[in-house]
């Protein structure tokens, strides 16, 4: 008895597989029929399914986050390393924001000044990791630009409070004058009144 894998085969024109020769015309009238080869994998795909198939395996794909339409096969990477509108953070402060705006952002973000506790030095952020490198924590006495600020700061506090204390004072004067209104202008009435129960009797 022969065995089964020994049987006689032929390939299916159309599909490219190897058919069981007695089988052969029935497979290729059912295949040509039937299915169809994607130009794209070159899977044999069912012809009422071939549209799907592209759209759910091949056909472009737009990013959720910007919208731009790419093939399937890079979303993944360009949502996580390309995408304008992916949210990174800001090497100086940390703060969340879309790719597209980093750049902008920490160009303003590390002409920021903090001072240096070592050193009692401003320092740039964006200059604070070379600078941590190399200070040798000598205090800097020609650092009047930090004591300014902290003048300008206690003046602009001070002008501050002095705004909010007239600003209490003005409405603190207004609220008198109104209780003061309400006050006459209910003595009036009541006045009014009792001139009136009088020229009654």
């Known amino acids: 008895m022969a065995a089964v894998s020994d049987e ?9 597989r190897a058919i069981p020769a007695a089988n052969i015309d029935l497979h290729y009238a059912h295949c040509s029929r039937n299915l169809e080869r994607c130009k794209i994998c070159g899977d ?9 198939h592209y759209l759910s395996t ?13 093939d399937r096969d890079i979303l993944d990477f360009h949502k996580g390393e390309n995408c304008p509108q992916r949210i990174v953070t800001c090497d ?3 703060f969340p924001l ?3 705006d980093l750049a902008e952002h920490q160009e303003v973000c590390g002409n920021r000044t903090e001072l240096c506790h ?9 200059e604070r990791y070379n600078h941590e490198a190399s200070c040798n924590g000598i205090p800097d006495n020609t650092a009047t ?6 003048v300008r700061a206690a003046e602009r506090d001070d002008g501050a409070r002095r705004r909010q204390r007239n600003n209490f004072s003005s409405r603190r004067l207004l609220f008198t004058i109104a209780i003061t209104g ?3 202008l209910l003595g009036s009435l009541f006045f009014q009144r009792k001139t009136e129960h009088s020229d009654m009797h």
């Open 145 to 150: 630009v930090g004591s300014s600020r902290d």
């Open 182 to 184: 309400i006050a006459v």
């Open 8 to 16: 006689a085969t032929n390939i299916c024109s159309h599909c490219n």
């Open 118 to 126: 070592l050193c009692n030095k401003y320092v740039r952020l964006r």
């Open 58 to 70: 091949h056909a472009p794909v737009a990013c959720s986050m910007c919208s731009e339409t790419m």
């Open 98 to 100: 879309p790719a597209i």
């Open 92 to 94: 100086f402060c940390e």
């Open 44 to 52: 044999m795909v069912p012809k009422k399914n071939a549209e799907d």
